[in-house]
């Protein structure tokens, strides 16, 4: 089985910064994409970061304050957020897409308060 345990959410003042981290373990041939969703309150997840070897893809409400990588020795990866803001609080899911059978695992969430 593939598990992913997220890291690095917590209380941040707006304006500030965060570094989620999602490492994955388990029976893991290889990892075709990592990404991350945001679940604002009372809102649907939404897709805001994602790496694959074919380059990154963010959202618009992270383009140009966020920066996500891997490290493929490690099945980890990263979610470096700046100018934090009140509206980015919610809960943060990291997921992968494996390779050879494209299945998705989750991780279980991270919480993030942005406080303004």
């Known amino acids: 089985q593939v598990q992913l345990v997220e890291s690095g959410g917590g209380l941040v003042q707006a304006g500030g910064s965060l570094r989620l981290s999602c490492a994955a373990s388990g029976n893991i041939a290889g990892i075709n994409l990592m990404g991350w969703y945001h679940q604002a309150p009372g809102k649907q997840r939404a897709l805001v970061a994602r790496?694959?070897?074919?380059?990154?893809l963010y959202a618009d409400s992270l383009k140009g304050r966020s920066t996500i990588s891997r490290d493929d020795a490690k099945n980890t990866a990263y979610l470096q957020v700046d100018s934090l803001k009140p509206e980015d609080t919610g809960v943060y899911y990291c997921y992968i897409e494996v390779a050879r059978s494209f299945d998705i695992f989750w991780g279980q969430g991270t919480q993030v308060t942005v406080s303004s």
């Open positions: 790496i694959s070897r074919a380059g990154t």
